[in-house]
């Protein structure tokens, strides 16, 4: 998007804006039984080596791509809200702010067929498959939530060739279903956007507790867990080099990055190998928290430079400290610098300024994807 606005005017839509939105993957194992009728036809059909080798063939109801597809798929699958939602308290971003939890329950049929080796049926029955999972959401009042069903799998774990009699009285099935749930309510806005994903399905419940004309309002939002807020660049690839002049110890360092994928920190990742002589010895690090607050990136020479905090672990001794890490690309190639600092706020360790010799890291501005 370029910073030339003067085409652009003041508009009002109506749209359904987005409060929340979570995409998940529920699993369920299902014994299946066959009756005693059923056992002897797939029995029968073992004996006659014209139609042996018997197939369990698993066939699952075809999911759509609207927006709503529970009423029109009823007979097939369904998502359904149990009871009524609940006020909630998370831990998020080293404070507490209030959800709602809510109780959804997932059902499908799916048709379970034994063929000949000539895909001719031997028997088929029918069998019905739950989930019943808790969500934590923004939804506030006034807002509507809408579950859909976006894709069903099901597999025979055992293995789905029946070879030689006596047939099996039973097996189990594994069907997974695909969800994708969010809350919504219609508003008018005024607005510059860009595109946005969901979020992980990652926060958990701490706990639980005269007639006027209505004035024109619109449900209170959650920003604290909703949208989450985006990365103005992304940096990933590996790379490796001579530690710097100003660097604790002399040695070789390798960095692999993955920073703002799928251009939010969620599900970002930094791992720093370090290597000395034989007196200076090696560890590994691996960060397991990003600050939101300190990512920062700014155009650098012909390039981009990122600067991203947080914290992590050395691997081998389990001891906790917060990393600093900045990295640069230009038509020259890669430099960074990464510093870990102990809890009494001490540096403890850094590199100097890296100039790789081996691998890339790419840096790049995420308002220019597309």
């Given at each position: 998007?370029g ?48 139609k ?20 029109a ?31 959804l ?53 055992s ?11 039973s ?11 969010q ?8 607005v ?37 807020p985006?990365?103005?660049c ?43 002589s ?29 600067i991203?905090s ?28 990464a510093e ?31």
């Amino acid at each position: 998007m370029g910073n030339n606005h003067k085409h652009l005017q003041d508009e009002c839509i109506r749209v359904q804006k987005v409060y929340d939105w979570v995409t998940d993957t529920l699993n369920v194992r299902k014994t299946v039984s066959f009756t005693p009728e059923q056992i002897a036809a797939i029995e029968e059909a073992l004996d006659d080596p014209s139609k042996r080798p018997l197939r369990i063939v698993t066939k699952v109801p075809k999911t759509s791509q609207a927006t709503e597809n529970t009423e029109a798929c009823a007979e097939h699958f369904l998502c359904e809200q149990v009871g009524d939602k609940r006020e909630c308290t998370v831990a998020l971003n080293g404070g507490f702010t209030t959800a709602q939890l809510v109780e959804l329950l997932f059902t499908t049929d799916i048709k379970v067929q034994v063929v000949d080796r000539s895909g001719e049926i031997v028997t088929e029955l029918m069998v019905n498959a739950s989930v019943f999972e808790s969500f934590v959401l923004c939804y506030p009042d006034g807002t509507d939530l809408y579950c859909r069903i976006t894709k069903i799998f099901a597999r025979v774990p055992s293995g789905t060739v029946l070879l030689n009699s006596p047939a099996p009285t039973s097996f189990a099935i594994d069907i997974t279903f695909c969800v994708d749930i969010q809350v919504e309510a219609e508003v008018k806005l005024e607005v510059l956007a860009k595109f946005c994903s969901p979020r992980e399905n990652d926060l958990i419940c701490e706990g639980s507790e005269g007639e006027m004309c209505p004035e024109a309002s619109f449900p209170q939002q959650c920003p604290d867990i909703y949208p989450r807020p985006g990365c103005m660049c992304r940096a990933t690839g590996s790379a490796s080099g001579l530690t710097g002049d100003e660097a604790t110890e002399a040695g070789r360092v390798a960095v692999l990055v993955d920073i703002c994928p799928n251009y939010h920190l969620s599900g970002s990742s930094f791992r720093l190998n370090y290597t000395g002589s034989e007196d200076q010895g090696a560890f590994q690090y691996t960060a397991t928290e990003f600050t939101q607050d300190s990512l920062c990136c700014d155009e650098y020479s012909d390039g981009w430079k990122m600067i991203i905090s947080g914290r992590g672990t050395d691997d081998s001794t389990g001891e906790n400290y917060n990393f600093n890490l900045a990295i640069v690309q230009t038509s020259e190639g890669n430099q960074f610098e990464a510093e870990l600092i102990n809890s009494k706020g001490d540096r403890e360790f850094t590199t100097g300024v890296v100039t790789t010799d081996t691998g890339e890291i790419t840096v790049g501005n995420c308002l220019q994807h597309s």
